[in-house]
């Protein structure tokens, strides 16, 4: 890890090359995850944090090996654990930025229990889910998000699974910046980091990520110059539900029911449609939102679905061991060991 870069107003000036770790990258030629690490090592100067104030966590999958490529610190966990390893340094360390690399196994399947509490806890964590429908590092098993039918070397008659939606598992679990990106938008998805890197509380973005391997053309339809405008639907914060090729398309919420209107022919127009509001305090409205994706003919929304500003959690436990200490005094572990129901062993 290198050291502080500073101007002669004593700023730390980092660029992307201070973040490229001397590793070898290691990812299957034409994979999404050198977008994703592209991205990230672009972003992260332009955060205001000092290189070695930044903590990257992984857990087990080709995901993992994010922390590797990163100049900074890092820790590969085991399968599924990231987010609990990565809960437990903020919590130790709340002055550090501390990101986790996940893939849908890791986080969705073995490491679901630890993703949905750390979301409800609101811990101070970015949290990266790149989202390929499959198991890469294992050769092309069916995972959490495979669509149900997907055939693999696990599934050879079809998948029985109905899979999960990580947006509405994080509405759900209570996350309070929620995102999505692709991995051949680049600008895009530099955008979502950076707004992830600088909110507080739990960030979460899933980022669809391709694997030529074992699942080529899994988002296509998204990222393809012909289809993408009328699949994809992009999230801004105080604007109408707009898509199409000539944006000629809109989404209008009726009650709770959305539906697509045609802005030429149906006699309707930009003031009737469902505008995007991200700080809504209800989440049945995101909620909808992150259900595009499961009805036929609507777009994948992409971008932030929403964000709340409320106390993180390692804020709140270490502002109580201050009033506790302040009232109680420091604390006895001896004393605290020797009270209550205890007993001695002896040989009689």
Known sequence: MEENKSNTQGEIKYTAKDFASSQDVRWCPGCGDYSILAQMQRVSPDLGIKIQDFVWVSGIGCASRFPYYMNTYGFHGIHGRAPAIASGVKITKPNLSVWVASGDGDLLSIGGNHFIHACRRNIDLKILLFNNRIYGLTKGQYSPTSEKGKRTKSTPFGSVDYPFNPLSLAVGSGATFIARSLDRDAKHLKEMMTRAGKHKGTAFI?????????????????????????????????????????NDKGIKLDGLTPTIVNLSDDGYSVNDLWVHDEFDKDTFRAHIISKFTELEGFPTP???????????????????????????????????????????????
């Open 206 to 246: 899933e980022v669809y990520q391709n694997c030529n391997i074992f699942n080529d053309g899994a988002f296509e339809l998204l990222t393809e110059k012909e289809t993408k405008s009328d699949n994809v639907l992009v999230l801004e914060h105080g604007k109408p539900m707009i898509f199409g090729k000539n």
């Open 302 to 348: 992409i971008g932030v679905l929403r964000q709340e500003l409320k106390s993180t959690y390692e804020e709140d436990l270490h502002q109580q061991i201050k009033q506790i200490k302040e009232l109680k005094g420091e604390g006895d572990l001896r004393k605290l060991l020797f009270s209550g129901s205890i007993w001695e062993v002896n040989g009689n």
